[in-house]
């Protein structure tokens, strides 16, 4: 199993940085490709970063390109999300999810192997 339990989240200013945190429990980390979703009031959840296995490829959605880096430590269990330049429209709660499948662009969308609880984010103007 790879229990995830995300940190991070809080009050920033539009403009600001955040750094998300995933912590995966288990020794199978490595096994996952690791991903970010995230889910504003009242709006589906939607996709907004993946890493492959190795951490390699990466994978954003095109509203944060530029802005977000996905990346993981595989020794330390741990997936990151550095936000920078953040905007009100990045207010959600943001999700960890791990699933044992390669990334295409229906992943962890209708099945994933694990999701974290969430943490809040909120980008102030």
């Known amino acids: 199993q790879v229990p995830l339990v995300e940190s991070g989240g809080g009050l920033v200013q539009a403009g600001g940085s955040l750094r998300l945190s995933c912590a995966a429990s288990?020794?199978?980390?490595?096994?996952?490709?690791m991903g970010w979703f995230r889910q504003a009031p009242g709006k589906e959840r939607e996709f907004v970063a993946a890493?492959?296995?190795?951490?390699?490829?990466?994978y954003y959605a095109d509203s944060v390109k530029g802005r977000f880096t996905i990346s993981r430590d595989n020794a330390k269990n741990t997936l990151y999300l550095q936000m920078n330049s953040l905007k009100p429209e990045d207010t959600a709660v943001y999700y960890c999810?791990?699933?044992?499948?390669?990334?295409?662009?229906?992943?962890?969308?209708?099945?994933?192997?694990?999701w974290g609880q969430g943490t809040q984010v909120r980008v102030s103007s």
């Open positions: 999810a791990a699933d044992s499948r390669p990334y295409d662009s229906s992943w962890c969308t209708y099945r994933c192997n694990y």
């Open positions: 288990g020794r199978t980390f490595g096994s996952y490709t």
């Open positions: 890493i492959s296995r190795s951490g390699i490829t990466t």
